[in-house]
C-alpha cells in the first residue's frame, strides 16, 4: 500500500459526507448493512478537482446497492473498500485495455475533429465527433468546408464568433458547446435545470405490485434480472455491464449499420449476449418491443429524437410492460433547452466549468483544459446510472411499481464540481498523468486474451459472478437466453 493509501476514512465513522449523501439519495442507506472504507485522499494527479475520491464513491454507492440486493435475499453483512489509485484507473479505464498483447484504446483524443478551439470573440468551443463516428466527422468537415487536420479545424473555427458557431453547429445536429465558467453555466438556462435535479433522478413512472428478488447463492444478486441494453459509446454500455457484473442477463441490441469500435465493445460489452436488429424495419422494431415486454430493465442512451422514433420512451415501455425499469442517458439533462443536444464525455466537461477550472492548473495562460486522464463523465456517469438503477429494483421489490431513472453526463460534472476545488498549493506538485501501478486481469474471448482492469472495490463476501466473455457484435439471436 502506498503512502497515498494509507489514511483511512469509514462511512460508519460519519467520515465519508458525499457516499453518505449519495447513498441517502438512492434510498440505500435503509438497506445496506456493512461497513465501506475508503483509502487515501486526493490529491493524487495535478487537478483542483476531487477526481479519484469521485470515482470511489460512484463505484461504492453501486456496489452498496448491489450488497443491499443481496442482503434482502438474506445475504450476511459485508464490508467494502476501495483505494484512491484503483478508483482513478477506473475513471479512465479504456487506457487500461489490450488485446493478445495489443493496446486497445478508443483513441478519441487523438481525432483532429475533437477539441478546443479559439474563436473570433477570444471564446473557445468545444467540438467531437467521438471515437469518431463518420457521420459527426463528415459534418464538421462539410459545415467548415476544411481538411481533417487541427490546423485546418483551428483556423476556420477561428472564422467565428462563439454564440454564431455553437448554435449554427447545433441546428445542424453536431456537438458543440462554448467554453463556460463554473457560474457561466449555472447562470445558463440549461444549467439553471439540472441545479434542480440530483445527480441521479428516480421518476416513478406507473404503480404496481412489489417484485421481490429471489435467492441466488452464488449466482449473483440479479441472476433472475433481464436487461435489455439499447446503448452506445461508453457511458450506457459500461452501465449496463455492471449490471452482468452482478448476474443479470443483459442482451444488447445494435444495428450492423452504426457499430461502435472494437475497442469500445471489448472494453464495454463484456457479459452481455450482443444481437442486431435494424429497427427501421417493422419485424425487427416488433421484436424489440417484445423484448421489452420481457425485459426487467431496459437501458439507452441514445437521444431522446431516437427513442420516441421507434415507441421506446420510458412512457411508452411502461404501457408494454408495467413492471419495468427504465434508464436513460444523455449529454445535458432530460428537460431545459438542451435536452435533445448531442453531446460527449468532454462537452460536458467544457459546457459546466470543469474545463475552465482545470485550466487554472497551468502555469502560462489558462485556456480550458480536460481533465488529466482525458475522461471524467462517460465512466463516473455508467457507475452512476448503475447505482440508480439498482436501487430502483429495490424500490420495486420493496414498494412495487415501475420506475425512469435519469442521469447525464453535465450533471454527473456538477456533482463533481460540488465537492469543491483543492488548492493548488496541495495539487501542483502531483503527476499529470496517471503512472499508478494497475491490478490486470487476463480474460479469454473469442477476440483472444483480453487483459483490464482488476475490479477496484473490494468486498468482504462478494457478490460479483464470473461474467461472459466478450462477444463480437451480431454474434447472437436477439432472445434472452435464460
Same mark, same amino acid.
Given at each position: 500500500?502506498?503512502?497515498? /493509501?494509507?489514511?483511512? =476514512?469509514?462511512?460508519?465513522?460519519?467520515?465519508?459526507?458525499? #457516499?453518505?449523501?449519495?447513498?441517502?439519495?438512492? !434510498?440505500?442507506?435503509?438497506?445496506?448493512?456493512?461497513?465501506?472504507?475508503?483509502?487515501?485522499?486526493?490529491?493524487?494527479?495535478?487537478s483542483p478537482h476531487h477526481l479519484s475520491e469521485a470515482t470511489a464513491y460512484a463505484l461504492l454507492a453501486e456496489a452498496m446497492a448491489a450488497v443491499s440486493i443481496a442482503n434482502l435475499g438474506g445475504a450476511k453483512a459485508n464490508s467494502l473498500s476501495i483505494n484512491v489509485t484503483d478508483a482513478i484507473h477506473f475513471l479512465?479505464?479504456?487506457?487500461?485495455?489490450?488485446?493478445?498483447?495489443?493496446?486497445?484504446?478508443?483513441?478519441?483524443?487523438?481525432?483532429?475533429?475533437?477539441?478546443?478551439?479559439?474563436?473570433?470573440?477570444?471564446?473557445?468551443?468545444?467540438?467531437?465527433?467521438?471515437?469518431?463516428?463518420?457521420?459527426?466527422?463528415?459534418?464538421?468537415?462539410?459545415?467548415?468546408?476544411?481538411?481533417?487536420?487541427? /490546423?485546418?479545424?483551428? =483556423?476556420?473555427?477561428?472564422?467565428?464568433?462563439?454564440?454564431? #458557431?455553437?448554435?449554427?453547429?447545433?441546428?445542424? !445536429?453536431?456537438?458543440a458547446c462554448l467554453a463556460y465558467t463554473k457560474e457561466e453555466w449555472r447562470a445558463h438556462p440549461q444549467g439553471q435545470e439540472l441545479l434542480k435535479v440530483p445527480v441521479i433522478e428516480i421518476e416513478k413512472l406507473a404503480d404496481g405490485k412489489p417484485v421481490p428478488f429471489k435467492k441466488n447463492e452464488g449466482l449473483g444478486p440479479l441472476h433472475d434480472i433481464k436487461v435489455l441494453d439499447f446503448t452506445h459509446v461508453l457511458a450506457g454500455p459500461r452501465s449496463a455491464r455492471t449490471l452482468a457484473n452482478y448476474g443479470a442477463q443483459v442482451l444488447h441490441i445494435s444495428s450492423p449499420f452504426h457499430m461502435d469500435t472494437l475497442p469500445q465493445?471489448?472494453?464495454?460489452?463484456?457479459?452481455?449476449?450482443?444481437?442486431?436488429?435494424?429497427?427501421?424495419?417493422?419485424?425487427?422494431?416488433?421484436?424489440?418491443?417484445?423484448?421489452?415486454?420481457?425485459?426487467?430493465?431496459?437501458t439507452t442512451s441514445?437521444?431522446?429524437?431516437?427513442?420516441?422514433?421507434?415507441?421506446?420512451?420510458?412512457?411508452?415501455?411502461v404501457k408494454l410492460n408495467e413492471n419495468i425499469i427504465c434508464l436513460t442517458i444523455n449529454a445535458y439533462g432530460h428537460s431545459g433547452p438542451w435536452q435533445d443536444r448531442p453531446g460527449f464525455d468532454q462537452n460536458a466537461q467544457v459546457a459546466t466549468g470543469f474545463a475552465a477550472k482545470e485550466g487554472e492548473r497551468l502555469d502560462g495562460p489558462q485556456t480550458p483544459q480536460f481533465s488529466p486522464v482525458f475522461y471524467l463523465n462517460d465512466f463516473l456517469t455508467a457507475y452512476l446510472a448503475a447505482a440508480g438503477v439498482l436501487s430502483a429494483l429495490i424500490k420495486r421489490?420493496?414498494?412495487?411499481?415501475?420506475?425512469?431513472?435519469?442521469?447525464?453526463?453535465?450533471?454527473?460534472?456538477?456533482?463533481?464540481?460540488?465537492?469543491?476545488?483543492?488548492?493548488?498549493?496541495?495539487?501542483?506538485?502531483?503527476?499529470?498523468?496517471?503512472?499508478?501501478?494497475?491490478?490486470?486481469?487476463?480474460v479469454q474471448s473469442p477476440f483472444g486474451t483480453i487483459t483490464e482492469l482488476a475490479p477496484a472495490v473490494q468486498f468482504e463476501h462478494s457478490p460479483l459472478v464470473d461474467i461472459l466473455p466478450v462477444r463480437p457484435f451480431g454474434a447472437d439471436k436477439p432472445v434472452f437466453w435464460r
Open positions: 500500500m502506498t503512502s497515498l /493509501e494509507t489514511k483511512e =476514512r469509514s462511512l460508519g465513522r460519519g467520515e465519508l459526507k458525499v #457516499l453518505a449523501d449519495l447513498s441517502k439519495l438512492l !434510498g440505500i442507506d435503509k438497506h445496506f448493512q456493512g461497513e465501506v472504507t475508503l483509502q487515501g485522499h486526493d490529491p493524487i494527479l495535478k479512465h479505464s479504456s487506457h487500461f485495455l489490450w488485446q493478445s498483447g495489443y493496446g486497445m484504446t478508443v483513441g478519441a483524443e487523438y481525432i483532429p475533429t475533437n477539441g478546443i478551439f479559439a474563436c473570433r470573440d477570444g471564446k473557445h468551443i468545444m467540438i467531437e465527433a467521438g471515437p469518431p463516428y463518420i457521420k459527426l466527422e463528415r459534418g464538421y468537415l462539410n459545415f467548415f468546408d476544411c481538411g481533417n487536420n487541427r /490546423e485546418s479545424i483551428a =483556423r476556420e473555427i477561428a472564422k467565428y464568433d462563439g454564440e454564431e #458557431l455553437q448554435e449554427a453547429l447545433s441546428q445542424k !445536429g453536431l456537438p465493445n471489448l472494453l464495454v460489452n463484456p457479459g452481455k449476449h450482443s444481437a442486431y436488429l435494424e429497427l427501421n424495419t417493422g419485424d425487427n422494431l416488433t421484436a424489440m418491443k417484445e423484448l421489452a415486454r420481457q425485459a426487467d430493465v431496459f441514445y437521444r431522446p429524437a431516437v427513442n420516441a422514433r421507434f415507441g421506446l420512451t420510458p412512457q411508452e415501455l421489490a420493496t414498494e412495487g411499481g415501475s420506475y425512469h431513472v435519469k442521469v447525464s453526463l453535465a450533471r454527473s460534472a456538477m456533482w463533481v464540481q460540488d465537492m469543491g476545488y483543492i488548492e493548488k498549493s496541495a495539487y501542483g506538485a502531483q503527476r499529470e498523468k496517471d503512472t499508478y501501478p494497475a491490478n490486470l486481469v487476463d
